[in-house]
Nanobody, 119 residues
């Protein structure tokens, strides 16, 4: 099992920037891919971005393309989500997740960090 701890959330005005971090510990060598998800009040959790540990290939949801950047630091077992040009609709609890190699879903989750964007 992999333990995940997010940090970096907060309150920001529209147009501003935030950087989220997710530190992984435990059996990190078993993880193939990491991702960020978010859940706004009254809405279902949605995918934001993902990155492969080995090759660094990344994927983004359409609403955040061009504004968010996911990156990784393998030495620190940490992934980041740099968020720019933030909009009020980006307000949500952001959670990171890990996918164990060979497992077809994300099987480890962090507690989440609140991001609030004011208009």
């Amino acid at each position: 099992q992999v333990q995940l701890a997010e940090s970096g959330g907060g309150l920001v005005q529209a147009g501003g920037s935030l950087r989220l971090s997710c530190a992984a510990s435990g059996r990190t060598f078993t993880s193939e891919r990491m991702a960020w998800f978010r859940q706004a009040p009254g809405k279902e959790r949605e995918f934001v971005a993902s990155i492969d540990w080995s090759g660094g290939r990344s994927y983004y949801a359409d609403p955040v393309k061009g504004r968010f950047t996911i990156s990784r630091d393998n030495a620190k077992n940490t992934i980041y989500l740099q968020m720019t040009s933030l909009k009020p609709e980006d307000t949500a609890v952001y959670s990171c997740a890990a996918q164990t190699t060979g497992v077809l879903h994300y099987d480890s989750w962090g507690q989440g960090t609140q991001v609030t964007v004011s208009s």
